[in-house]
């Protein structure tokens, strides 16, 4: 019985961590710095809107690369 | 019939509309950008924009070049390798998810920009491209094309620090609210334990649970603490971090020891608790801080970049900074005067709002004075330059904002002092504490009971009382529409001595309306509503709105013809129509006898009277109630104007304002602030225009109404959103409300602190109580604080 609460104890615990590794990530990457565009940019999902979020991509990462 | 423009969406009337094949537009600007969308493949932007309206495209007469010059890219342009450059920009006109998807698509489209992200909330973007593929300059022309303007700001040093620590301060605080709700959780079970029993097997698996919460906590979120701690003891100092970092590491050290064997219950929830609690006072503290810095940069944007310049005869044109004096420079209507000067050719009357405050146009004849930044309204003049642009008057008032932003002094807060007191007094019991029971008990006894002092005189309550009792005062006044840019404002407020008060758009209106009307011969009233409908003056604006009540049409008058800002000229019915001041209609040997000491406007037909209009500026509505609350307040009052004496004093008399101060220029009104600062007096100034710019910025604590000038209100510390003067009163009380909760709290934690020391230095404290205890505490005080919330009554 000892067992299985010790288990449950660590596991929940694990789990709680895993999240708030998440959400220090997502603080970190900016995720929540503009909301409003991160959430009306779900609206934007057509087939050009989705090559145009590519293409973007695509420079950013030239100009990193470079 | 009302009909929406294709391209911005707003409702206009089908008359006024331009039609193009089924499409109708409300301006050419909004045909050109819809014509560009179309060509260039990008309809769907009006899928995206649905039925939601859009700001007419912005028309910029300002040459982009100026992105391109040297002087441009030293100051905002960051170069990042050898053929990329990056800039900040502001982009004015964004509205919606549309528009940024709109702007995006179009800079990523164009070849040689290789980043171009523009963030939502704050119309901020910055811009990567390529040297060798375009020039900035070309980048805000596709900007412009597609109807939006940008301007550069620049994001200082200080600026990015704040940010960045802001951002710090916020991840330490969820790692910390993390910890504390989680150990709280797993607190349930091991108290419930030390009630009901528990096995020795799990309570070492929840000590070693709570260790595994209670480390980042205290090493991560608490590092502000140990930094402050190391501070203060390199200052030779004792504070609040000092005694929270003791405190919290001690706890930690003695349940590292319990839960490596030692007997007893380890403390890890009171260590998560103490830095949680004190780190959310240390955060509401951080966030909200004001955001002074793009102001200065916006008032650089309306500066002209060039103008034009006569050189032996001939029209040349010179960027401002290369003028010198006693060059001789054109001015056209609408142009702003780039250096001050005297006039040489020409008279024309200028728009003084920028430097004086007051809206009525000044005319200026051969001889008179030109101060750069006023603009020309009507006709063409030369001038001759007296100073060059570094020395003229609008660089001199952005250099003095430049100057006081970066020095605005900030009252010290005596609380600091109080938490100095208190660490040290709670130490040194700790630590006698420690000692008499080392005799009495032995080392285990005596480290337990120092701790329990130390984690039951923990300072959280003392902590949150400043910052929560204000964040609850600032919410108040956010719901009253008066919005503070930084939280300690409030407590500066509350402490005021002096208050400086700017006369027009303040405690006036700011706009002239007829207060008395004489008519001679009533067949006119139509001839003088046209004659007046042709200006923009705001003396004719006045009259025509107090005469276009009656819905009748205007008479037909002809060959109007307008006096640079004295008066008009016209033909109505074969007979000579003068309508203008008094001076104006002296000129043609018409005589009007008033001893009035309103602004005048008088119209004559052939020479004779027909129409006498008198007009003023009103008070506002409660002018007269703010200076009554804040003479019960015992606060000195003081009234300072661009205006002429004869004005001021009027409006003081009426106000019943025995400090007054008529012909104040900017520079003026800034100087008297810092004066007053001088004598030890707390000073809030309360204006409005681009002239109150400086002042607002010298004083302790700026307040203006949000329909003032752009750089008033981005300068003030306290805004009126909704433009009332009770407000204002609302602004005190609740200020004097708040710093009497603030009072009230640490009060409470320091009586707290009392009465639970002594049961501690006892040694009858046992962990259960020491948890509970200090959070009660805590509680109370937010609870304290909440009042300030329901005390609709007193306000």
Known sequence: MNGILIVGLFVGLSLSIIVLAFVIWGIKTEQFDDAQKQNSGLLFDTADDLNDAINKENKKKQLHKS | MKIACSHCHIKFDKSVLIEQDDLFFCCKGCQGVYGLLHDS??????????????????????????????????????SLHDDLFEVDLMIEGIHCAACVWLSEKVLYDTDGIVQADINFSNNKAKIVWQKDKIVLSSIIEKIRQIGYDAYAYDLDEVEKKAVKEKKEYYLKLVVAVFGSLNIMMIGIAKYTGFFTGMDKEILSAVHVAEFILATPVLFFSGSVFFKGAYFNIKNRNIGMDTLVATGATLTYIFSVYVMLGGSGYSYFDSVVMIITFVLVGKYLEKIGKKNAVDIVDKMRATIPVDCEIIQNNKIVSKLIDEIQVGDIVLLKPGQKAPVDGIVLEGSGSFDESSISGESMPIIKNKTNQIISGTILEDSTIKYKATTNFAHSTTNEIIKTIENSLASKPAIQKKANQLSKYFSVSILSVALLTFIWWFFVGGFEIALITAISVIVIACPCALALSTPMAVVVGISKLAKLKVLFKEAKYLEILSKATTVVLDKTGTLTNGKLSVVKQTIYDDKYTQAIKAIVSASTHPVSKAVYNYINNDNKTTADINNIKQNSGQGFSAIYKEQNMIAGSIDYLETFGIFVNTNSSHTIFCVAVDEKLVAVYELSDELKENSQKLIEYLNTQNINIVMLSGDRQIVVDKVAKKLKIKKRYANMSPKDKANFITKLKQNQEIVVMIGDGINDAV??????????????????????????????????????????????????????????????????VMGYVIPLVAALSMSLSSLIVVANSLRIKNTKDKI
Do not use: E, W
């Open chain 2, 41 to 78: 493949g990008l309809g769907s932007f009006y899928d995206k924009l649905g039925s939601r309206t859009i700001q007419a495209p912005i028309n910029t007469s300002s040459d982009a070049k100026k992105f391109d010059t040297q002087s441009f890219h030293k100051r905002y342009v960051k």
């Open chain 2, 695 to 760: 002042a607002l910025s010298k004083a302790d604590i700026s307040i203006s109404m949000a329909s003032g000038s752009d750089i008033s209100v981005k300068l003030s510390d306290i805004i009126i959103l909704d433009n009332s003067i009770n407000k204002i009163i609302q602004c005190f009380k609740v200020s004097k409300l708040t710093y009497r909760q603030i009072k009230q709290n640490l009060g409470l934690s320091l009586i707290y602190n009392m009465a639970t020391i002594p049961v501690a």
